[in-house]
């Protein structure tokens, strides 16, 4: 089936610790984004990738770090530096280029901080 | 910056009332896009609007995107417990979306 896969679904991390969250798609899409969503809040984006080896940071982009070596995988480190990580990860692609994209979401990953 | 604003940001309603959310750009947009997030889901595509002035309906669900291509609405009719979740609007500009801040809403069977 198409669609997006994120890994893994709960995580726990120690502080100090960089965790790595896998995000992998098979839609074909350019664009892959990366969102935080907090208990009754928005999706506020941190970063996003519209092609192979380039991505831009998005507005809440410090204490993580992506890749994009792949079209298909898109995965986000959040690192020591991020001093409140506790929160819901979404995962996102699109295409990019005319009026019409509609953003498929992964089914999130839930990272907690002990 | 770019904002979308999205209000109100909780609405409790008895099933069967009428539900409506708002939501605002700072900014012209390409288009309107309406996603919904059941409580522990992902969000879900609805729709999309990109015309001046467009209203769309999904059965008991009206998307209107503004004149200005600066707001837009969505409204239900008569809620049903199967409505509960989180709708959020994400408005476009560029290869750039801006999602609101989403409206929760609770029906109260």
């Known amino acids: 089936d198409g669609g997006i896969t994120q890994s893994p679904k709960y995580l726990f991390r120690k502080e100090g610790q960089n965790v790595t969250l896998s995000c992998e798609q098979n839609l074909n899409h350019d664009a892959m984004y990366w969102y935080r969503q907090d208990p009754g809040q928005g999706l506020r984006l941190i970063y996003y990738s519209q092609i192979v080896n380039d991505f831009q940071k998005g507005d809440i982009a410090e204490g993580y770090s992506v890749s994009r070596e792949k079209k298909e995988s898109f995965p986000l480190t959040v690192t020591s530096a991020q001093k409140n990580p506790t929160a819901f990860y979404l995962c996102?692609?699109?295409?990019?280029?005319?009026?019409?994209?509609?953003?498929?979401f992964g089914e999130g990953s839930w990272l907690t901080v002990v | 910056g770019q904002q979308v604003m999205q209000i109100p940001q909780y609405q409790h309603v008895q099933e069967g009332e009428d539900f409506t959310t708002y939501c605002n750009s700072s900014t012209t947009l390409s288009n309107i896009q309406w996603y919904k997030q059941r409580p522990g889901g992902h969000p879900v595509f609805l729709i999309q609007l990109v015309k001046s002035g467009e209203v769309k309906k999904q059965k008991r669900l009206t998307f209107q995107f503004g004149e200005a291509k600066k707001n837009s609405s969505l409204h239900i009719t008569a809620t049903q417990t199967t409505d509960v979740g989180t709708y959020f609007c994400?408005?476009?500009?560029?290869?750039?979306?801006?999602f609101g801040t989403g409206t929760s809403l609770t029906v109260i069977p």
């Open positions: 996102a692609s699109s295409t990019i280029g005319d009026s019409g994209n509609t953003i498929y």
């Open positions: 994400a408005g476009r500009t560029g290869n750039q979306f801006y």
